[in-house]
């Protein structure tokens, strides 16, 4: 830090160098001259006078010999007494003094108001970051356990129950899962990726496909035919039954909505093959023009970067120990974070990026959206679940590997 200081000196130095020397030189050649050379300028600028009255008239020529004469007398006497020197008044030096003083005093200012300051301190070791982040199951445990009391007084918290019901489903506590889900889906009917869901989670704890989880997979279908993985369940659920002629055609409609050179036309192809022989059909190969949808933006993985910072007005209702959390969900869809980092407000104003490396549910990555909302929010709790009190800012949607995104943290959560 002293060295930048020792830097920030000579630069300072050398502009004053550049600056100074010009406003100094002007009172050094401030104007001296005689007596009789003034009283010559001034007869000169008098003669032109009376000149130029006798041009337009105001005088006539013996108005302007009479003034003439009188004019060159005084100028004779007055120059019969002995030259004193006449020093005309010099530039004023309080320009030098404005400069010399508001030159460092500008440059500090500005430094810190729109430099980094922040970065003159002592960074940590990587070690000690990594540690810092790093979540140990307890933790973990502890804070599914906290929002599981959250939701017991806000029973109708539906992204809270979606956010429990994959937090289960990560710690593989299936049975809670399921029951979270359920909950989830009674409070959203309509969205198929979440009936898709449950019906998953029901489908690992009951063992089976049939009955209830087919039932949600159907609902989710009519909702969204094109929902990739309720397809490949409601294939699925054909095939257990030994129903192959239906898993064909569920299995085929994938076919037409993935990229035919990619791993889940492989697998789905296999598995179409699979259930083709079993009726005494010939195996299919992909074909390169089998492709009618085109693939989500990030499917081969993506991230969002920017930058956030707390809007000055609210500065005096947060601590600098109080969590920040800065997330990626989904534009359109479950509002499941599908990454998050967390920080505190003393990290602010900070640069952050988002990737497939911090998601919340392995299944659930920020590469398999489309579009996603990027947001902020400082929680005195350091609870992740949004909480009325915290403060938040989000973005606009962005496309999966936008750069640039500005966030600044100016709301109250309601």
Known sequence: MIMFWVVVAILIAGALLLLLPPLLGRGKHAASATRSEVNLSVYRDQLSELDADLASGTLDEAQHASARSDLERRVL??????????????????????????????????????????????QPQ???VEQTHQTTPEQIEAMVAG???????????????????RSYTALRRYPDASAAYTRAVELLPNNAFLLTDHADMLAMVKQTLQGEPEKFILRALKIDPNNLKALSLAGSAAFERKDYRSAIKWWEKILKLVPPDSQGATSITASINEARAKVGLSPIKP????????????????????????DPALKDQVADTDAVFIFARAAEGPRMPLAVIRKTVKDLPLTFTLDDSMAVMPSLKLSSAARVVVGARISKSGNATPSPGDLQGLSQPVTVGSKGIGIIIDSEVK
Not at 84 to 105: C, D, E, G, K, M
């Open 77 to 122: 006497e007055e120059s019969a007494t002995p030259d004193t020197l006449v020093v005309q008044p010099s530039a004023s030096r309080w320009p030098v003094v404005v400069v010399a003083t508001a030159v460092p005093l500008l440059a500090v200012a500005l430094y810190f108001w729109l430099g980094t300051p922040a970065g003159l301190e002592p």
């Open 126 to 128: 990587a070690t000690e």
């Open 147 to 165: 929002l599981a009391q959250k939701l017991k007084s806000e029973p109708d918290n539906a992204e809270g129950w979606v956010m429990l019901a």
């Open 287 to 310: 074909q390169a023009g089998e492709r009618q949808a085109p693939a989500q933006p990030g499917a081969a993985g993506g991230s969002v970067s920017g930058t956030v910072g707390l």
